[in-house]
C-alpha cells in the first residue's frame, strides 16, 4: 500500500525476513512522498531484493516520465500502469526515455488489449489477470501473443486466496513466459 516512506521501508524489511525477494509497493498519491518511499525502501532491503512500484493510473504521461526518471537510481524491476489504460503512445514514448521497464495491467485486460500493446509497442512487462482476461484461456491466448512478441508476463493478483491462487499457480507454472 502507500505509506509514509519509513513504514514502507519497515515493512518492506519484514518481507524480506520473511523470505520474500520481490517487494511491490503502491506509489500514486504524490510523487515527491513516492520517491522518498521508493528510496527508503531500497534502501532497507539493498539490491539484492527485486523492487517493483505500481502506480495504478495514477500520474499524467509527463508525471509518469519525471517520477521514473527520479526512481531510476534505485533499480526497480518495473513500474506497473504509470498512467492511464488508454496513453499507450504515452508509454511507447516513455519506454524509449528511461531504463525503468515499464510494465501494463489495466491496459491489458483482453487478448485485443495486448494485440494493442505489442503493436504500439506500449510494454517491457505484461501482467494479466484471469477474470478480465475471460478466464484460463484468456490468459493462455494472451500468453502466446507475448510470447511471440518476446514480451515476459507477471500474474496479476489482488490479495487472491482460494481457487483463484490455485488457477494462477497452476497458469503460471505451465506458461514458460511467466516470469
Known sequence: GIREPEV????????????????????GRDPRRDV???KAIREAVGGG????ADANRAYSPGRALRFIKEIEEYDLQYVE??????ALEEMAKMRSAVKTPI???ESAYTVQDVLTIVRRNAAD?????????GGILGVKKIAGIAEAAGIPLVMHCGHDFGVKTAAMLHVVSSTPIFI
Open 36 to 38: 522518498a518511499a521508493i
Open 103 to 105: 510494465a501494463l495491467n
Open 8 to 27: 514502507a521501508a519497515e515493512t518492506a524489511k519484514r518481507y524480506v525476513a520473511q523470505g520474500f525477494s520481490t517487494i511491490k509497493t503502491k506509489v
Open 81 to 86: 500502469q504509470p498512467c492511464g489504460r488508454e
Open 125 to 133: 512487462v505484461i501482467l494479466p489477470d484471469i477474470p478480465p482476461a
Open 49 to 52: 531484493v527485486e523492487l517493483r
